[in-house]
T-cell receptor, first 114, second 116 residues
């Protein structure tokens, strides 16, 4: 079945450094790739997304890149701050039986050390 | 807009009891979803709905039932609760164009369920 693999499962960086989280998807028809941030005890919240007709998208310190050929997409956070500490989930859209779903990666726990 | 709302926030059930988790969205989204998130884990799709009157199973539907009688509401029913259903339950909604372009999913605040 379709799946999304996410790496690493945990990531610890020094404040000010960059963090990169990578995801691989299996369905070549996937065309929408959101990234969610989930703080402890809270709901997942969208931080950035990218569609398959775009290779890169940036929003201040956050960027996402997409390589459709390799079926990879990555989240890049620059100048990390302690408030970036959270669990980050990638997801890929799946089209099945005329309906859309998102398949989520297993999450990356990011710790930014002050 | 309140977005996606869920009730209750917390609930403790005894084994074998039943309950309904409520979910409402006021964004006129056609798609609604139920996920469960076990401690330290990712999101697993239980059921989803593409519109009023239409529901379908996700990855982990066993032990749950849903209905979608209106665009706004998508309740999740647990029958005969088991300890394995201890989890945080998130409802989400999104707008999907019939041509195949999906928008992001917006999540509710979650319901923390413990089955003892």
């Amino acid at each position: 079945g379709e799946n999304v693999e996410q790496h690493p499962s945990t990531l610890s960086v020094q404040e000010g450094d960059s963090a990169v989280i990578k995801c691989t998807y299996s369905d070549s028809a996937s065309n929408y790739f959101p990234w969610y941030k989930q703080e402890l005890g809270k709901r997942p919240q969208l931080i950035i997304d990218i569609r398959s007709n775009v290779g890169e998208k940036k929003d201040q310190r956050i960027a996402v890149t997409l390589n459709k050929t390799a079926k990879h997409f990555s989240l890049h956070i620059t100048e990390t701050q302690p408030e970036d500490s959270a669990v980050y989930f990638c997801a890929a859209s799946i089209l099945g039986d005329s309906s859309y779903k998102l398949i989520f990666g297993s999450g990356t726990r990011l710790l930014v050390r002050p | 807009n309140a977005g996606v709302t869920q009730t209750p926030k917390f609930r403790i059930l005894k084994i074998g009891q039943s309950m309904t988790l409520q979910c409402t969205q006021d964004m006129n989204h056609n798609y609604m979803y139920w996920y469960r998130q076990d401690p330290g884990m990712g999101l697993k799709l239980i059921y989803y709905s593409v519109g009023a009157g239409i529901t379908d199973k996700g990855e982990v539907p066993n032990g749950y039932n849903v209905s979608r009688s209106t665009t706004e509401d998508f309740p999740l029913r647990l029958e005969l609760a088991a300890p394995s259903q201890t989890s945080v339950y998130f409802c989400a909604s999104s707008y999907v164009l019939m041509q195949g372009s999906t928008d992001t999913q917006y999540f509710g605040p979650g319901t923390r369920l413990t089955v003892l």
